[in-house]
């Protein structure tokens, strides 16, 4: 994948896939310490030790449809450029994935379009997203279960939603601004 | 700009809502697994989004799913519709969903090129 953030898309699906109700994502870029880095902590049902071994193997999976080369993908991403790689679950109570990434590295892509990403997350209706993004020392957060409460019945793909929340997330997630401030 | 201001947003919808009983016609569901993705679902989500936003679709709802085995066809899309059968599209590039938007949601005729098949 040619963006990072496609990365994280795909990692978080496997979260809604594992049943998790409440999946937070920390994205990090850090210009002083060369990294940039996600996690993406769940609260699914989570693997035992058997398939936490297995999970990184190539078409692997624990799904019946799915060609299981996420995961892989982004190990060998982490291994191949010097970062690091770690995944920790335990049955019944979640799992977590984290990877650090050496940011100048030319074979590392781009975190590419993190308000679109930010936008396509907000969109899974079965699970609530909390996407904390810090850059040098700036933080900003958006969560979708606080959108939901305010929303109530009302859906998320009304025109007048769909406005407001890309609208929101420019004025929260502006780059332009976050660098300025470092 | 303030999430507090989503809720005047959401006191205008919910009348809306009540005036046509709340019901949607057509649910889009995004195929959003690791080959749908890479073949560039987020953006054929964002077009969707966007499609509906300028047109004004109140009665449309976007959802995701996982992977559904078609890694050849993606992104893949399944448009649901009141009583009539489940239509699920392949290669839904940004402009193939500009058109599903426009001659099947909003003409009721399916772009029959990118049909891969139909489920009651």
Known sequence: ?182 | MKLEDLRKIREKVKEEMRLREGKARVKIVIGMGTSGIAAGARETLKTFLEEIEKRNLKDVIITQTGERGLASKEPVVVIEETDKPKIIYGDVTPEVAKRIIVEHIINGIPVSEYVISTEK
């Open chain 1, 1 to 182: 994948m040619d963006e990072l953030s496609l990365h994280i898309i795909d990692i978080v699906h496997n979260s809604v896939s594992a049943g998790a109700k409440n999946i937070e994502v920390i994205i990090i870029e850090n210009d002083k310490k060369d990294i940039i880095s996600f996690e993406v902590i769940d609260d699914g049902k989570g693997m035992d030790e058997e398939i936490l071994k297995k999970v990184t193997d190539p078409f692997f999976t624990t799904r019946d449809k799915k060609v299981g080369l996420g995961i892989p993908l982004l190990k060998q991403l982490a291994e191949s450029t010097g970062g690091s790689f770690e995944i920790k679950s335990k049955l019944g109570e979640g799992t977590s994935l984290k990877v650090i990434l050496p940011k100048s590295n030319p074979d590392i892509p781009p975190l590419g379009n993190l308000n679109d990403t930010i936008l396509n997350l907000l969109f899974i209706e079965d699970s609530n997203i909390k996407i904390i993004y810090k850059k040098n020392n700036v933080e900003k957060v958006i969560d979708s279960k606080k959108i939901k409460e305010i929303l109530g019945e009302v859906p998320l793909s009304n025109p007048d939603v769909i406005k407001f929340l890309k609208k929101y997330i420019n004025s929260e997630f502006n780059l332009k601004e976050v660098n300025n401030e470092t």
